[in-house]
């Protein structure tokens, strides 16, 4: 009889056990969603915000005195990309705080620390987060449907400055596991030609744009998901 007191008072602490593992983590889940929706409601504001103020003209003055980390304005056709880009001391600020500098986990569209905001370094790259929201880079997956690779308006992206309206086509489109050497940003000829092959190669669709070492580049990057980065390469074709 004891032995079976023992087992049945055992399983009960396994049981209650388990339970208590059951319900901290789905208060943990439940945590976790109700943060990110508050988050999300955050960032929904910040750019339903922006949106009025800019009244379809872009100024950047504008932008910038809200954040004076404002550097220029991306725009991606055929997405919801449509952000003023910021660039601070480092590439982790943007990654946990919006436009207004607020934490939050939503991130902001930033530029590479490294990168001269007047895109004179060979490669210029710029960061966002991949929200299932489709706020930031959520919708840059767009650039693998056969809708967006087919029509060719799509193929051109907008950068506006404070001087200059800079326009940069596609010319590679991909996902990778993470790595480091589509986010080089400076090189000497031999390298740079070597890069560009690589990046042309890399791509899953032929955009036939030719390539010489006295191109700039531009660079899109965000998370597929863990393990993978989406990533989009243009060149700069005209500046006004």
Request: proline content about 2%; overall charge negative; some cysteine.
């Amino acid at each position: 009889m004891k032995s079976k007191k023992k087992k049945r008072k055992f399983k009960t602490w396994i049981y209650s056990l388990i339970l208590f593992f059951s319900i901290s983590i789905l208060a943990h889940n439940i945590d976790i969603l109700v943060n990110w929706k508050v988050d999300s409601n955050q960032i929904q504001e910040e750019i339903q915000a922006l949106e009025d103020k800019s009244d379809d003209v872009i100024d950047i003055a504008a932008f910038r005195r809200i954040n004076p980390d404002t550097v220029g304005f991306l725009s991606v056709p055929g997405t919801d990309i449509h952000y003023p880009v910021v660039q601070t001391y480092n590439n982790e600020f943007y990654l946990d705080h919006s436009f207004r500098r607020r934490p939050n986990q939503a991130g902001w569209i930033f530029m590479d620390y490294r990168n001269n905001p007047d895109f004179s370094d060979k490669n210029t790259i710029i960061y966002g987060h991949d929200r299932i929201d489709d706020t930031m880079f959520g919708t840059l997956i767009n650039v693998f449907n056969d809708n967006w690779l087919n029509n060719q308006d799509y193929h051109i992206i907008k950068y506006i400055t404070d001087e200059e309206e800079l326009l940069w086509q596609v010319f590679s489109v991909y996902w990778i596991p993470v790595e480091t050497y589509y986010l080089h940003v400076d090189f000497t000829d031999n390298e740079f030609s070597n890069w560009l092959n690589t990046m042309t190669s890399r791509s899953r669709h032929n955009f036939n744009i030719n390539l010489t070492t006295d191109d700039y580049i531009l660079t899109l990057s965000t998370c597929k998901n863990d393990d993978n980065r989406i990533v989009v390469h243009a060149k700069l074709i005209d500046n006004n």
